[in-house]
C-alpha cells in the first residue's frame, strides 16, 4: 500500500516539529528540576544502571568521599569509583574488598542499609534501594556527628547508672507528674527493702505509706509531710530533714527540685557522724574525766539562770579539794583521776535533786548551783553535808585515800546580780576559808576582796623572798629532864621581809604549802640547819619540820642526804619532826622514803601528837623514834583528865621504847610534874627561847662549864 507523502512546509509537518520541540523542552525542564533537586539534597546521591555504570551523582557524594570530579563522569563503572577512593586514600579497604561488602546489596535486589567507616574515622550511611529496569540508586549520609552524640549518650547514660550503683547515697527521682522514675540500689540496701516493695511509678505518698506500713518510719504524719514537701519544690527550695528509723539510724533526706519539672531525694546514713556530733558537743561542754558539766556549760547555766531568775535565791559554790596534791604525789595521776571520779560521784548524791548543778572546773575544783535555796540556811546545810562525805575515807585497792574539801559560797541577789561577780565572790570565800584551814565553809562577805588581794601580795613577795635571802634560822633547846643537859635544838624558820616585817611560820607555811615553795624552802632549811649544827658538840641533836608537800616530793631523801653529805654532820643527829597528815594517807611511799632516812640512822618524830585523827594508829604502822605532845596537853595539864592524857602518852612511849618530848614548857611546875610521869625530854621557854645561832652556842658554851664545875 502505498504510503502518502507530506510535503515540507505543510501545516502538518509544521505541527510535527513543534512538538519535539515542546517535548524536548519538556525533557529539559525536567531534567534540569531533577537535577537541581538531586544537586540540592542534604545527603548525598548516586545512581548506577544495570551495567552498574554510573548515571548521576551529585555534589555531596563526592564531597562526602572526597571524590575528583572530572574522575566520576557519568558511564564510570562502580568498581572504578571504589579504586579512585582507595587511590586518595579515602577507603579504609581495597577496592576488592570493598565491592565484595556492596555486591551482595547490589544483588539482592531489594531495598537494604549498611554503614562503612572511613579512614579518617567517620561514618556514612549507605541507603540501598534498586530500580526496575535494573541498577541501582544509593543515599549517603555522613552520621559522624549522630554517632558521636550517640556515643555521649550512651557514656553519659553509663555513668550515670554507674553514679547510681557507686552512690554512698539513697536516691530517688521523680517526674514531673509525681511519678517514680529512678531509684538506686543504695535506697533499697538503706532501707533493706526489694524493688517490689518500692516499685517505679509509685507516688510520694505511695512511698511514705509503704514505709509506715513496713515498719520503718514510726510516729510520722504522712498528710504533713507530703504537703511541706510540696510547699517547698513549689517554691523552688531544697528541704532537708532528719529522718529516726524503727531500728534506730538516723537518715538524712534532702529533697531538690529539677530544672525540667519533678524532683530528687538522696538519703544519706548520718547515724555516727551524728554520734559523733552529739558526743562532741557533749565533750565541749562537760569534763571528759567525770562527765560533769564543765566550766563552759556552769557557765551557761548560770547565765541562763539570772536571765529568768527574777530574784528567786540562788546559792553558788566554790569547792577546792585539801591535801589533793598528795595523793598525786604520792600515788601518781591514775589514782588521782580516780579519786576526782569518787568525788564526783560523792557531790552528786550530796544534790538535793535533778535541777541542782555540779561541775568541775579543772583539777580539783568544783561549783556548785544551787536553786531556791530557803535562805542561807539551806546552802549550809548543803555545805556541811559535803564536808561530811568527802570527809570519809575513799578506798582503792586496800588502801585509803584522805581528802577534805573547802567551799566558798555566794547567795543571789544579795551577793551579786550577774555571774561575773557571784563567781568571783564565792572563790573569795573559798580563799578566805583556805587560808583559815582545812574541812571549812564561808559565806562571801564585803571587806573579803581586799583579804584576797592581800593573800595574793604575801604569795608575790614570798616566791621573792627566799632567792633575796630573806629567811633565817632560829633555834630552840630541847633538854633531857633527868639530867637537865641539852640534847638537841629544833630549828624554826622566820622570815623577815622588808616590807612585813618579821613574819612567824603561821603566816606562810601554809601558804608555801600550798604554792609549792615549801620544797625548795625546806631544801634550804635542811641544808642551812645541818651546816649550824656542824659547829656544835658531836652529841647535839639538830631537829627539822619537815612539811607533808615535801616528804611526798621524789626529790625529799636526795635532799636530806645531800643537806648531811654538805655539812659532814652524822646521820643519827639529825631528827626529822612530821605531822600527822604526812601519815594519814598510809603512803606506800611515805613508809619507804621514812624506812630508808632511818635505816641510815636519822631519827623520825611525830609532832604535835595527840592533836590528830588516830595517833596511836600510826605509831603501829610507821618508824617513829620519838613523839612529841602538842603544847595544847602541856598547857592544861593541871586539868585532870587532861594529865591522865600526858600520862598515858609518856607510859606509851616507854612501853614501845620511844623517846618522849613534851613542847611549851613554861613552868617549873609543869616541868616538876612531867618528870613525875617519866617524861624524858622538855621543850619550851622555860628550857629556852627561840635564839639566833651565836646564842645556842654561848648556851652550849655555859653548859658545859657548869657540868665541869659541877
Same mark, same amino acid.
Given at each position: ?38 544537586? =540540592? ?56 574488598? $570493598? ?22 574515622? *567517620? ?7 534498586? !530500580? ?71 507516688? /510520694? ?33 531544697? *528541704?532537708?530533714?532528719?529522718? /529516726? ?6 537518715? $538524712? ?31 565541749? /561542754? ?65 544534790? *538535793? ?22 535562805? %542561807? ?27 577534805? @574539801? ?73 633538854? =633531857? @629532864? ?35 615553795? @615549801? ?23 639538830? %631537829? ?55 635505816? $641510815?640512822? @636519822? ?35 593541871? =586539868? ?30 609543869? $616541868? ?27 648556851? !652550849? ?10
Amino acid at each position: 500500500m502505498p504510503v502518502a507523502r507530506i510535503k515540507a512546509g505543510s501545516p502538518v509537518s509544521r505541527r510535527g516539529a513543534e512538538g519535539v520541540r515542546r517535548i524536548e523542552h519538556e525533557l529539559r525542564d525536567r531534567n534540569e528540576r531533577f537535577s537541581a533537586a538531586v544537586e =540540592n539534597m542534604s545527603h548525598g546521591l548516586c545512581m548506577f544502571d544495570a551495567d552498574e555504570r554510573m548515571i548521576i551523582c551529585n555534589g555531596n557524594y563526592l564531597r562526602i568521599f572526597c571524590l575528583d570530579a572530572d574522575v566520576v563522569q557519568p558511564g564510570i563503572k562502580f568498581f572504578d569509583i571504589l579504586q579512585h577512593s582507595v587511590d586518595i586514600g579515602v577507603a579504609l579497604h581495597s577496592a576488592e574488598d $570493598l565491592y565484595a561488602i556492596r555486591k551482595p546489596y547490589i544483588d539482592q535486589a531489594r531495598p537494604s542499609i549498611y554503614e562503612e567507616t572511613l579512614s579518617d574515622g *567517620r561514618i556514612v550511611n549507605i541507603s540501598h534501594r534498586p !530500580l526496575a529496569p535494573g541498577g541501582w540508586v544509593s543515599i549517603y549520609e555522613d552520621i559522624t556527628e549522630q554517632r558521636r552524640a550517640e556515643q555521649e549518650l550512651k557514656e553519659q547514660h553509663r555513668r550515670f547508672d554507674a553514679a547510681l550503683a557507686n552512690m554512698s547515697q539513697g536516691l530517688l527521682m521523680y517526674g514531673a507528674d509525681g511519678k517514680l522514675i529512678v531509684r538506686n540500689e543504695r535506697f533499697l540496701d538503706l532501707y533493706g527493702v526489694s524493688r517490689a516493695d518500692f516499685p517505679l511509678g509509685m507516688g /510520694h505518698r505511695d512511698l511514705l505509706e509503704r514505709m509506715v506500713e513496713l515498719g520503718i518510719y514510726t510516729g510520722i504524719d504522712v498528710d504533713s509531710e507530703v504537703s511541706k514537701t510540696e510547699a517547698c519544690l513549689q517554691a523552688g527550695e531544697t *528541704r532537708s530533714t532528719h529522718r /529516726h528509723l524503727a531500728d534506730g539510724r538516723t537518715l $538524712l533526706i534532702a529533697r531538690r527540685p529539677m530544672s525540667g519539672g519533678g524532683w530528687v531525694a538522696t538519703f544519706e546514713d548520718v547515724s555516727e557522724r551524728r554520734r559523733v556530733e552529739e558526743r562532741m558537743t557533749h565533750l565541749a /561542754h562537760h569534763d571528759t574525766l567525770t562527765n560533769l558539766p564543765n566550766r563552759s556549760m556552769f557557765r551557761e547555766r548560770l547565765d541562763q539562770t539570772l536571765s529568768e531568775a527574777k530574784g528567786t535565791p540562788l546559792a553558788i559554790f566554790s569547792l577546792d579539794l585539801d591535801r589533793f596534791k598528795a595523793v598525786n604525789d604520792t600515788w601518781g595521776h591514775p589514782a588521782g583521776d580516780w579519786l576526782l571520779k569518787c568525788v564526783a560521784e560523792r557531790l552528786q548524791r550530796c544534790l *538535793r535533786n535533778e535541777t541542782d548543778v555540779v561541775a568541775r572546773f579543772g583539777g580539783d575544783e568544783f561549783a556548785i548551783i544551787q536553786f531556791n535555796p530557803k535562805g %542561807a540556811g539551806d546552802a549550809e546545810k548543803l555545805a556541811k553535808r559535803i564536808i561530811d562525805i568527802i570527809a570519809k575515807p575513799f578506798r582503792d585497792k586496800s588502801r585509803d585515800m584522805h581528802v577534805g @574539801i573547802s567551799l566558798g559560797i555566794a547567795l543571789y541577789p544579795d551577793d551579786g546580780k550577774d555571774a561575773d561577780t557571784l563567781l568571783k565572790n564565792a572563790d573569795m570565800a573559798l580563799y578566805r576559808g583556805k587560808s583559815e584551814g582545812r574541812n571549812v565553809y564561808r559565806f562571801f562577805e564585803p571587806g573579803m576582796d581586799a583579804m584576797v588581794r592581800e593573800r595574793r601580795a604575801l604569795e608575790t613577795d614570798l616566791e621573792a623572798a627566799l632567792p633575796r635571802r630573806e629567811f633565817a634560822l632560829d633555834f630552840q633547846p630541847i633538854m =633531857n @629532864i633527868a639530867s637537865g643537859d641539852i640534847v638537841g635544838t629544833e630549828a624554826l624558820m622566820r622570815w623577815h621581809s622588808p616590807s612585813r616585817g618579821l613574819v612567824a611560820p603561821d603566816g606562810f607555811i601554809a601558804i608555801a604549802e600550798e604554792t609549792g615553795l @615549801i620544797v625548795p624552802l625546806g631544801e634550804w632549811a635542811l641544808r642551812k640547819a645541818c651546816t649550824v649544827a656542824a659547829g656544835w658538840p658531836n652529841g647535839l641533836r639538830i %631537829a627539822v619540820n619537815v612539811s607533808a608537800v615535801q616528804i611526798k616530793s621524789s626529790s625529799f631523801a636526795r635532799s636530806v642526804i645531800s643537806a648531811l653529805a654538805f655539812s659532814g654532820v652524822q646521820a643519827n643527829r639529825l631528827e626529822l619532826e612530821i605531822t600527822e597528815t604526812v601519815l594519814m594517807d598510809e603512803s606506800d611511799t611515805v613508809l619507804k622514803t621514812l624506812r630508808q632516812l632511818r635505816d $641510815l640512822g @636519822i631519827r623520825i618524830a611525830l609532832d604535835d601528837f595527840g592533836t590528830g585523827y588516830s595517833s596511836l594508829g600510826y605509831l603501829r604502822r610507821f618508824p617513829v623514834d620519838k613523839i612529841k605532845i602538842d603544847r595544847s596537853f602541856i598547857r592544861d595539864i593541871d =586539868n585532870r583528865d587532861t594529865a591522865a592524857i600526858v600520862r598515858t602518852i609518856i607510859g606509851l612511849g616507854q612501853e614501845l621504847g620511844i623517846t618522849v618530848t613534851a613542847e611549851g614548857v613554861e613552868t617549873d611546875a609543869q $616541868l616538876d610534874r612531867l618528870r613525875r610521869y617519866g617524861c624524858v625530854e622538855a621543850q619550851g621557854y622555860l628550857i629556852g627561847v627561840p635564839s639566833k645561832a651565836a646564842d645556842i652556842s654561848r648556851l !652550849l658554851k655555859t653548859s658545859a662549864v657548869l657540868s665541869q664545875s659541877g
